[in-house]
């Protein structure tokens, strides 16, 4: 019977396309990874991996392995779900990943109520941008992400997560205060003239803010680039930039910002995103139904 460790490497090489992104995320040597990798082959007796460059690619045999530890994988996380739901008491961990202003908004309320319905779970959560975070989540590095998806830019697409909306809220233009102002501003068309500050290149929120300044025809001057939405709204407040600022950033702080309907009136989603064999889990479900009465409130 071929080692179940190997053939885990050799799927970890497959998601995550190099021998030492293998190493650094399962804490090994990347001489440690290739090394059990040579043995795996030996075992099969087929060549799995060839060189390309300074990178070795899968063979076809490897991918046929690769798609079966898959299977493996499901089976044993589905097998594990229904023990802990054949428990008294709901135990377990549940790894979350969330971007920030969900972070913000959301998880205080939901990690009190987790600790206090279900003090036996342990709820972690990290920081990620959202299109890393799924692709992060169907690699099993979490076991849950609340991710976002802009008007027009498709969230992407991973097989074996299951998929549900939490919340929706509006995307507004961000003024500055009349009063600290550079210019007189009271529409996008008007924002021309504004310095402005966006997310990364790559992020959604900057694909969609630049689409819509350019439907409304111009090409906004990015002078201020960060992924952290607080550092928008400090320059927004100050009167040094204007921003396209979903409702969520502001949820449950008062602002000095002129905050602007869209003519389209466009609407983020807010939802969460598990795989689909870990769904059984009785702290993961209970985690996802008290984040979802958190978000409703």
């Known amino acids: 019977m071929l080692e179940i460790r190997r053939l885990i490497l050799l799927r970890e090489l497959a998601v995550r396309g190099t021998l030492a992104a293998v190493a650094e995320a399962l804490n090994f040597t990347p001489s440690a ?19 390309s460059g300074r990178r070795v690619q899968l063979t076809p045999q490897a991918l046929v392995l690769v798609d ?10 589905r097998a594990e779900a ?20 969900a972070a913000l908004a959301f ?29 992060e989540t169907w690699a099993r590095d979490f076991d849950m992400v609340i991710a976002e998806q802009y008007p027009a830019h498709a969230a992407p697409h991973h097989p074996g997560l299951d998929r549900r909306d939490l919340t929706t809220d509006a995307i507004r233009l961000a003024l500055p205060p009349t009063s600290l102002s550079l210019h007189p501003v009271d529409s996008l068309d008007t924002a021309r003239h504004m310095p402005w500050v966006m997310e990364p290149r790559g992020a959604a929120s900057r694909h969609f803010a ?29 009167g040094n930039a204007v921003a396209l600022i979903p409702d969520l950033v502001w949820a449950g702080r008062p602002t000095s910002c002129r905050l602007l309907d869209l003519d389209e009136l466009p609407r983020r989603t807010i939802f969460t995103a ?24």
Do not use: N
């Open 68 to 77: 079966s530890v898959g299977e493996v994988l499901d089976t044993l996380e």
């Open 107 to 135: 998880m205080p309320a939901t990690l009190r109520s987790m600790a206090s319905a279900h003090p036996d779970v342990r709820v972690e959560m990290v920081q990620r941008e959202p299109e890393e975070a799924l692709r």
């Open 274 to 297: 598990q795989r689909t064999a870990g769904a059984a889990s009785p702290a993961a479900r209970a985690f996802r139904e008290i984040l979802s009465r958190a978000a409703a409130s």
């Open 33 to 51: 990874v290739s090394q059990q990798l040579s043995l795996l082959e030996k075992e099969t007796g087929t060549q799995l991996l060839r060189k």
């Open 82 to 101: 229904r023990l802990q739901a054949a428990a008294t008491r709901v135990t377990g961990r549940v790894r979350v990943a969330v971007f920030q202003s």
């Open 210 to 238: 630049e689409q819509a300044c350019r439907r409304a025809g111009f090409e906004p001057d990015v002078r201020y680039e960060t992924a952290d939405l607080q550092a928008h709204m400090r320059l927004v407040e100050s």
